[in-house]
């Protein structure tokens, strides 16, 4: 069964401080992985794509790394913003075109 | 560009009700997804409409229903509504119905549905 694993669950940091969140899936066959970021109470906004043959992909200061061998990515967050307080949602698509959400991580930044 | 607009932003209704929810792609795209999206968790896939067919379809019961229209709008129509069916319904629009890079999913802001 396609398996999309976030951690930690929550995450509360101070504004300027960095963080790192993690994904494990067990997604087969891989296609892309995506992050994306979702304010409350709105849809998800796509920070990162990666495929295959991609390891990091930065967005101003999102970057997401990509280990396809262990099936694990991860998504650093530098020089943290108020306005970063959000939910970083990963989602893993096969090729046959389905694609699996994790739960997400809830980040707060705290001034 | 509007982008992906969702219609209403809340509604209210009661157990036993019938709900329809609306969803306008982004311009250029042809193909609609829906989801659930349960408070604290992630979007759960209901399903996708594509040349006004549903193409794929995930574990939900057949209460779901949708349609997709010649203007690639789309619908998502809840029957006899359950508690358990309160959550954010997220739509999602995309060029073809695939998940390369070229079919990256663009997201509404969600209508919040309650169920009394």
């Known amino acids: 069964k396609n398996q999309v694993e976030q951690s930690p669950q929550s995450l509360i940091i101070l504004e300027g401080k960095n963080c790192t969140l993690q994904?494990?899936?067990?997604?087969?066959?891989?296609?892309?992985l995506r992050w994306y970021k979702q304010d409350t109470g709105r849809g998800p906004v796509s920070l990162t794509i990666?495929?295959?043959?991609?390891n990091t992909k930065s967005n101003g200061r999102y970057t997401a790394t990509l280990d396809a061998d262990t099936k694990q990515s991860s998504l650093h967050i530098t020089a943290s913003q108020l306005s970063d307080s959000a939910s970083y949602i990963c989602v893993v698509s096969a090729t046959a075109g389905k694609s699996t959400f994790g739960d997400g991580t809830t980040l707060t930044v705290k001034p | 560009d509007a982008g992906v607009t969702q219609s209403p932003t809340h509604l209210i209704k009661t157990r036993g009700q019938q709900v329809t929810l609306r969803c306008s792609p982004k311009?250029?795209?042809?193909?609609v997804s829906w989801y659930q999206q349960a408070l604290g968790q992630g979007p759960q896939f209901i399903f996708q409409?594509?040349?006004?067919?549903?193409?794929q379809r995930g574990n939900f019961p057949d209460r779901f229903s949708g349609h997709q229209f010649p203007n690639y709008s789309s619908e998502l129509n809840v029957n006899a509504l359950l508690l358990g069916d309160s959550a954010l319904y997220l739509c999602?629009?995309?060029?073809?119905?695939?998940?390369?890079?070229?079919?990256?999913?663009?997201f509404g802001p969600g209508t919040r549905l309650t169920v009394l």
């Open positions: 990666m495929t295959f043959s991609e």
């Open positions: 311009s250029g795209h042809d193909t």
């Open positions: 409409y594509y040349e006004e067919e549903e193409r």
């Open positions: 999602a629009s995309s060029y073809g119905p695939g998940t390369s890079l070229h079919n990256e999913q663009f």
């Open positions: 994904c494990n899936y067990t997604v087969s066959p891989f296609s892309n």
